[in-house]
């Protein structure tokens, strides 16, 4: 079997699929067509259809593509039986009705930026940099019934370094997540569909021990100042830069300000000079006004590196101050 006896339809949505379609399209596969989320409205108004990033580089690509509102729709399932496909792809997109991922001879195998078991779930790069792992990586697997549960085929490992955010995560895992797509498909030819996998229960001793990683939400991205620095830390650049780890700055008037916080510093210890136990606080705030601005956690303190007010662009916190006249009345909730 070649590469072009091997018909595929890909699956996927945003940027972070793109890489592993591209790679596909210019490795020669054989694509039947892709498959994407609808336009979404977006401008002002909501009056201008925006293409998915996958859209949009498939039709530059010439490739054919379907946009289900609805997955079990029977004519969608009738577009997808007409391409014919030997195999399907899943790459960040939703999640499948069994008529679908059961459709090609093949199969269907999605790739997930995690090692699974471990971060099952809509959100395993930022989780896995809030909870402080030093590794993470890449895993095909065949879609069966429950999320993220099937037998794998093949994972990649890359260390997570302290400075890392979900940003720059995302992006090495995205190119990682490419090649090993395309090493899948080629085990996949070369095995004729017979390949080994393996099942994810014999990685783990009991469920108690696996970390999901579940949608994210605005309140999911509140900090909570009473944790330690390393928990914030961890926190605040395991949602940077999006979604965002978000709290509230309030002055002695009683305004209230929301903002995002970007990067931090962690700080042990209490800063020199300010030994009093008010300034150790959680939520407590410690300033120049001019270059520096801390907040007090539980075992010591982060120091604000970059940051966003609602409504403004992102900013360094000397930018901030700058423009907000901070002192140590003000306190953070």
Partial sequence: MTKNDLKIVFMGTPDFAVESLRALVEGGYRM??????PDKPAGRHGSTLQPSPVKQYALSQHLPVLQP???????????LRSMQA????????RMLPEIVWDM????TFNLHASLLPQYRGAAPVNWAIINGETETGVTTFFLTHGIDTGQIIRQEKMPVTPT??????????MKMGARLVTETVDLLIASEG????????TLYVSSETLHPAPKL???TCRIDWHQSAVHVYNFIRGLSPYPGAWTEIVNPSGETFSLKIFSSEKILDAPAGNQASRYCLPGAVHTDGKHYLEVAVSDGFIRIISLQLAGKKRMSIKDFLNGTKI???WKVL
């Fill in 69 to 79: 509102e609805k997955l079990k729709a029977e004519s969608f399932v009738e577009e």
């Fill in 104 to 107: 090609p001879r093949f199969g």
């Fill in 86 to 93: 030997d195999l399907q792809i899943v790459v960040a997109f």
């Fill in 164 to 173: 890392d955010d979900a940003g720059t995560v995302h992006d090495a895992l």
């Fill in 32 to 37: 039947a067509g892709v498959v994407t989320m």
């Fill in 194 to 201: 017979n390949i080994e996998t393996v099942q994810q229960e």
């Fill in 327 to 329: 002192d140590i009345n």
């Fill in 217 to 219: 939400y605005m309140e």
